[in-house]
């Protein structure tokens, strides 16, 4: 069975940097499309950026383009979000979640198509 582990997460003030890993085991990373999507305290859940199993396509919601990069290392299993110049709007549970490999990714952001999910880490920013 898949799991996901996401880590990462912590209390920053605006303008900080953090990097979220998530770990799959119970596979192979390469087998997978990979998504982090985050959610808000009484807000739904957004998909913030997507990786299929080559790295070539990596989408980014709006809100985060030019401070989010996305990357996996196929070898250890792991996909990174490195999250730079983190405002106030950021702070949010980030899960990872995973599909398998296939298709065009042009619906990345439909969170049903994910079969698998981490529990999340938590991302606070704060002055």
């Given at each position: 069975?898949?799991?996901?582990?996401?880590?990462?997460?912590?209390?920053?003030?605006?303008?900080?940097?953090?990097?979220?890993?998530?770990?799959?085991?119970?596979?192979?990373?390469?087998?997978?499309?990979?998504?982090?999507?985050?959610?808000?305290?009484?807000?739904?859940?957004?998909?913030?950026?997507?990786?299929?199993?080559?790295?070539?396509?990596?989408?980014?919601?709006?809100?985060?383009?030019?401070?989010?990069?996305?990357?996996?290392?196929?070898?250890?299993?792991?996909?990174?979000?490195?999250?730079?110049?983190?405002?106030?709007?950021?702070?949010?549970?980030?899960?990872?979640?995973?599909?398998?490999?296939?298709?065009?990714?042009?619906?990345?952001?439909?969170?049903?198509?994910?079969r698998f999910w981490g529990?999340?880490t938590q991302v606070t920013?704060?002055?």
């Amino acid at each position: 069975q898949v799991q996901l582990v996401e880590s990462g997460g912590d209390l920053v003030r605006p303008g900080d940097s953090l990097r979220l890993s998530c770990e799959l085991s119970g596979g192979f990373l390469n087998h997978y499309a990979i998504a982090w999507i985050r959610q808000a305290p009484g807000q739904e859940r957004e998909a913030v950026s997507y990786t299929e199993s080559g790295g070539s396509y990596t989408p980014y919601l709006k809100a985060v383009e030019g401070r989010f990069t996305i990357s996996r290392a196929n070898a250890k299993d792991n996909v990174f979000l490195q999250t730079n110049r983190l405002k106030v709007e950021d702070p949010a549970v980030y899960y990872c979640a995973a599909r398998g490999r296939g298709g065009d990714g042009s619906n990345w952001w439909a969170l049903s198509t994910y079969r698998f999910w981490g529990k999340g880490t938590q991302v606070t920013v704060s002055s």
